[in-house]
């Protein structure tokens, strides 16, 4: 690893390596690997009947546009829907996008979807926040509260939230060595990617639900390539890669800087190995 970019590799089959001042004890942004825990949640709010993956978003969000666009299609980013909200600015995307922000886009979701629901893949960040919104109306409860009933409590993990304490989270740093700020994603993005976890406790996320099969089948949120499961996440100074084999081996990397791609390269040669 020729970079000075803090690094954290956490695997199956060896002791955890960290470099440059990481800190696998400390709150990281997991950016996307939000979205594992909200595809969990949906999966497992359906196995209890609160609900069924085909649902139309709008039984949930009578708010929304009437579209043939359901829970599965926003889990399996089909939904037509576009990657971010429309109008996002680049610094601090999401500081305005509240849930009031989210209602208005949905009175007009039928012009607002790029494609049929059902019709093609577009990775979305804004499906996850509709997703979440509807979750929490069926659960009648607070996005982080059916997640911890739903997911992080059955699998013991205790250290995941969308607020911790300053003192306990770790961010990256500028050029001057100033602790840079991390995006606002407390709001409506919350379900999409704003959750913060220490690393064991993404860990166990990843064990829990992949290897273990601890929460029953698998979220749609899941990728696949060959026999390995994996997912991402990005934010503002951090980026994250997990990936597993059901049954079998497991890593997880975490960077604060850098690029997916490298995460994506260093988790793979630990998979290899």
Known sequence: MTSRTPTAILTSTSAAMVTHGHD???????????????????????????????????????????TPMTLRH???HTSGLPRVPP??????????FDH???????????????????QSRAYSNLGYAVLGAALRAAAAAPYEELVRHHVL?????????????PDRRLLATGLLGRPRRPWTMDGAI???????????????LLTGT??????????????????????????????????????????LVHRLGGSLR??????????AG
Request: glycine share 10%; proline share 8%; hydrophobic share 40%.
């Open 24 to 66: 696998t004890a400390r709150y990281v942004q997991i950016g996307s690997l939000t979205k594992v825990v909200t595809g969990t949640a949906l999966m497992r709010m359906a196995a209890a009947g609160t609900l069924t993956l085909d649902d139309p978003v709008h039984h949930w969000l009578p708010h929304t546009a009437r």
């Open 153 to 165: 409590q059955p699998l013991g993990i205790r250290e995941m939230t969308a607020a911790p304490s």
């Open 74 to 76: 926003l889990a399996e």
């Open 190 to 204: 919350l379900p999409a990617g704003g959750l913060w976890a220490t690393l064991d406790a993404t860990a166990r």
């Open 262 to 271: 490298t995460a994506e390269q260093i988790a793979a040669s630990h998979l």
């Open 210 to 251: 992949v290897v273990d099969g601890a929460l029953g089948p698998l979220a749609p949120t899941w990728q696949h390539a060959g026999d390995v499961v994996w997912h991402n996440g990005h934010t503002r100074g951090a980026c994250t890669f997990a990936a597993a084999r059901p049954g079998g081996n497991w890593v």
């Open 87 to 96: 109008g996002t600015p680049r610094r601090d995307p999401y500081r305005r």
């Open 100 to 118: 009031t922000a989210l209602d208005t886009l949905l009175r007009d979701a039928d012009r607002l979807t790029q494609s049929p629901p059902g």
